[in-house]
C-alpha cells in the first residue's frame, strides 16, 4: 500500500468530572487527511484546505507527530500528508489531536501496522504537546481507540478502553469566540478543597460504573464537575443558559468540551439529542454570537479508513 485516506475525529475532554483524564469520540464531525509513501526522505506536508496552518511540519501537529514515528522506524523513504481541516483550530473538540492522531495512523498502515494503539498515542502525544506545551491524551485517546476512554498515566502511557452505552447521543455547540487554552489553564486554583476533591472523584466513579452498566440515569446524576467547571465557565458566554436549556429539554448533562469553548451535552437516543439541538439553536440565536451545533452518535470506533 503507498497511499491512504483517512477519517480522523472530533474528541470531547474532560467529559465535566473527569479533567485530563476522560474523553470520548464524536463522528459526525472530524478531518480527512491523506498519507502517502514517497522517495523522497522526511515528512512533507503537502496541502492544507480549511483552515491556515503552518506546512513547515515542525510547526504543524500532524508532522511532529510524524516525525516522532519516523524517527523510530527510520525508513529510507518519506511520507506526503494532505490535510483536509474541518475541525476548527481551537474549538476545544481535539482539533489539534485529529491531525496529530491522523497522520501516525496512517502511516502505520502504510508500513504494516509495526506500533499497537498505545504506542501510536506516544507518537501523536509529541504533535499534540506542539499546540498545548504538554503531552496529554485525553483527546488523542478516544480518537485512536474510539469510545470512551481514561487515561489512567501517561508515564508510563496507560489508557483504559471504557464501554459506551449503546443509544448514547452527543450535540455539541461552538461558540464561535476565542479562548485561548493557556488562559483557560492559567484560571485554574492550584488546590482544591478536599470536600471538593471527594465529590468529584465520586462523580468520576460513578460515570465509569454508569458506562459500564448501561444506566443512564446514573450517567446523568454523574455528569458534574465541581473543580474546573467553576472557573472556566466564566469564560464562556451563556454557558448557564445553556446548561439550563439542555437540561430542560431532556439532555442528561453538558460540560465544558475540552478547554472550550465548545460546551457537549449527552442524550439518551437521537430525537433527545435533536430536541436538545433545536433548543439550543432557538435560544443561542439570540445572542447574536456566531454559533455551530454538531449532533454526534458516539463514535466507538475512532479514527478510520475512508
Ligand atoms: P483544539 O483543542 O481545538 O485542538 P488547541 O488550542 O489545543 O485547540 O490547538 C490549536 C493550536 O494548534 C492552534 O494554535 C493551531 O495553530 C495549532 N496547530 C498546529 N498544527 C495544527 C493542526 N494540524 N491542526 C490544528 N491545530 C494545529
Known amino acids: 500500500m503507498k497511499e491512504l485516506k483517512i477519517f480522523s475525529p472530533a474528541t470531547v475532554a474532560n467529559v465535566s468530572c473527569g479533567f485530563d483524564v476522560l474523553g470520548f469520540c464524536l463522528d459526525s464531525i472530524g478531518d480527512e487527511m491523506v498519507v502517502r509513501k514517497t522517495d523522497k526522505k522526511g515528512i512533507h506536508i503537502t496541502k492544507i484546505t480549511g ?65 499497537n494503539r498505545t504506542e501510536l498515542t506516544n507518537f501523536a502525544m509529541k504533535g499534540e504537546a506542539l499546540a498545548s506545551k504538554s503531552e496529554h491524551a485525553d483527546n488523542i485517546a478516544p480518537a485512536i481507540f474510539g469510545g470512551f476512554t481514561l487515561v489512567k498515566s501517561v508515564a508510563p502511557l496507560d489508557i483504559l478502553q471504557l464501554p459506551t452505552p449503546n443509544d448514547l447521543w452527543a450535540v455539541i455547540i461552538h461558540p464561535q469566540i476565542e479562548i485561548k487554552t493557556a488562559e483557560a489553564r492559567a484560571i485554574l486554583p492550584k488546590n482544591i478543597p478536599l470536600k471538593d476533591a471527594i465529590t468529584q472523584w465520586s462523580n468520576v466513579g460513578s460515570l465509569v460504573h454508569a458506562l459500564h452498566s448501561n444506566d443512564y440515569d446514573l450517567l446523568s446524576k454523574s455528569l458534574t464537575d465541581v473543580v474546573v467547571e467553576p472557573h472556566r465557565s466564566k469564560l464562556i458566554p451563556h454557558f448557564d443558559l445553556i446548561r439550563e436549556t439542555v437540561l430542560k429539554h431532556g439532555a442528561l448533562g453538558c460540560g ?51
Open 51 to 115: 483552515y491556515d496552518l503552518p506546512f513547515d511540519p515542525e510547526k504543524n501537529v500532524a508532522g511532529v507527530s510524524a516525525l516522532a514515528l519516523l524517527k523510530d522506524v527510520q525508513p529510507d523513504f518519506g511520507f506526503e500528508i494532505e490535510i483536509y481541516k474541518k475541525i476548527k483550530p481551537g474549538s476545544g473538540v481535539g482539533s489539534s489531536a485529529a491531525s496529530a492522531v491522523g497522520s501516525v495512523f496512517a502511516m502505520n498502515e502504510i508500513l504494516g501496522r509495526p506500533y
Open 256 to 306: 465544558i468540551s475540552g478547554s472550550g469553548p465548545s460546551i457537549f451535552s449527552l442524550s439518551h437516543g437521537h430525537k433527545k439529542a435533536q430536541n436538545v439541538a433545536e433548543a439550543i439553536q432557538n435560544v443561542f440565536v439570540k445572542t447574536n454570537i456566531p454559533f455551530e451545533i454538531y449532533i454526534s452518535k458516539i463514535n466507538t470506533q475512532g479514527i478510520k479508513i475512508l
